[in-house]
Each structure stands twice: as structure tokens, then as C-alpha cells.
């Protein structure tokens, strides 16, 4: 299968810096997607890796390991409006098109 | 400026009931997403457009769903005699190309699907 594998829930304090993982099958991989869904809300786009290495966006950075199948997302400076869940998804060859895959989301919850 | 658009926002029906949602995408947007989205779960992909045509169906779950997009704009999503594990969240997103660090996905804010 075409496996996205990130983790159910995190918690952090508000402040301090947390690292969402993801890992994803590397057959047929061309790049990956890190949106946020606040709850009952439509995911909004955050950040897009393709070749290796961190990008940086603000408070959000997104990092990649091409050979790993490997990304993470990190967030500095938690704020309360920063709980919601992060979806990683990997565009990956199926059928001959590249298909957005999604992970299940990690459920970030940000405490005072 | 105006983002992508779905109606209904609410739909429930009777099982064994037809439904078609709409999804306006993002003007000149060529390509559209639907996924599927149920409680606690990711999005599931069920197709994508790239102008009209839909170069792979493979995400679709039975031949009870179809989905069809004319004039490069407006989509529809059927569902056939709908059963109750079709209750969901039904997510359109539209893009300006091909995905990719150019061209993000932007999405609608769902039709709420419930089969009672």
C-alpha cells in the first residue's frame, strides 16, 4: 500500500516548539504537502517539499529526506490557535498521475 | 476574492437515496479534487480533473459514485443509492496547475453528508 504513517495526538505548552513526523512509501514520490484543519474547518495549505532539506516559513518549517521517506513539521513558538490537526500528504504515482495521499492528521493540542 | 464553493453544505438522506454535490472551484483553476473525509479519519483521494477529464478514477469507492466536470469549471459528485457508511465529510479543492511548490491545493468547506 502507499502507507502515510504520522502520529494520532501530540500536546505541547503554548511557547514552546513542537515536531510533527511523517514518514510515506518513496516508490513513485513527488513531494509532499503539510496542511492544518482546524476542527469543522477545510484544511489550508501550510508548506510543500520536494528536494531535500528544510524550508522555513515564519514560525512553520517544513524538512524532507527524500531517501528516508521521511518530512517533519515544526512549529516554534506554539500559540493557542496552533491546536488543530496537521495533515501530511505525499504526492505519489498512481495509475500514471500523481495523487495527493493523505495521512489520518495528528491532533495537536496547545495548554497554556 | 471568492474560494472554492460546495453546495449543499448539509445533506441527509434515506438510504438508497440519490445525491449529487456541487463544487465550484477557484476561477481558471484547472485542476479539481474530491475527497472523502469520515470522523477521526485522513482525507481518502476519490478523484482529481485536469480540465475535464479525469485521468484516474481509481479512488472512487464503488460504481455507486460517479463524478463528472464541464467547461473546466463546475464539478458534480453522484452517489447512487447511498448506504450508510457513505456518511461523510465530501471535500473539493481546486488548483492552478499541476500540484506542485507553485500550485497548492485549495479547498472548499465541505458538504456534510448523513445517510440515516
Known amino acids: 500500500g502507499q502507507n502515510i504513517d504520522q502520529p494520532t495526538e501530540m500536546t505541547a505548552t503554548e511557547g514552546a516548539i513542537v515536531q510533527i513526523n511523517c514518514t510515506y512509501q518513496?516508490?513513485?514520490?513527488?513531494?509532499l504537502f503539510w496542511y492544518q484543519q482546524h476542527a469543522g474547518e477545510a484544511p489550508t495549505f501550510l508548506s510543500y517539499?520536494?528536494?531535500?532539506g528544510l524550508e522555513e516559513k515564519g514560525r512553520f518549517s517544513s524538512f524532507l529526506s527524500r531517501s528516508k521517506g521521511y518530512s517533519y513539521l515544526l512549529l516554534k513558538e506554539l500559540q493557542m490557535k496552533d491546536s488543530a490537526s496537521y495533515l501530511c500528504?505525499?504526492?505519489?504515482?498512481?495509475?500514471?498521475?500523481?495523487?495527493?495521499?493523505f495521512g489520518r492528521g495528528t491532533s495537536l493540542i496547545v495548554h497554556p | 476574492g471568492a474560494g472554492v464553493s460546495q453546495s449543499p453544505s448539509n445533506k441527509v438522506t434515506e438510504k438508497g437515496k440519490d445525491v449529487e454535490l456541487r463544487c465550484d472551484p477557484i476561477s481558471g483553476h484547472t485542476a479539481l479534487y474530491w475527497y472523502r473525509q469520515s470522523l477521526g479519519q485522513g482525507l481518502e483521494f476519490l478523484i482529481y480533473?485536469?480540465?475535464?477529464?479525469?485521468?484516474?478514477k481509481s479512488g472512487l469507492p464503488s460504481d455507486r459514485f460517479s463524478a463528472e466536470r464541464t467547461g473546466g469549471s463546475v464539478s458534480t459528485l453522484t452517489i447512487q443509492r447511498t448506504q450508510q457508511e457513505d456518511s461523510a465529510v465530501y471535500l473539493c479543492?481546486?488548483?492552478?496547475?499541476?500540484?506542485?511548490?507553485?500550485?497548492?491545493?485549495?479547498f472548499g468547506p465541505g458538504t456534510r453528508l448523513t445517510v440515516l
Open positions: 500528504a505525499a504526492h505519489l504515482l498512481s495509475g500514471g498521475s500523481y495523487i495527493p495521499t
Open positions: 518513496t516508490s513513485g514520490f513527488n513531494g
Open positions: 517539499n520536494v528536494l531535500d
Open positions: 479543492a481546486s488548483s492552478p496547475g499541476p500540484l506542485s511548490s507553485y500550485n497548492e491545493q485549495f
Open positions: 480533473f485536469q480540465g475535464n477529464s479525469a485521468p484516474d
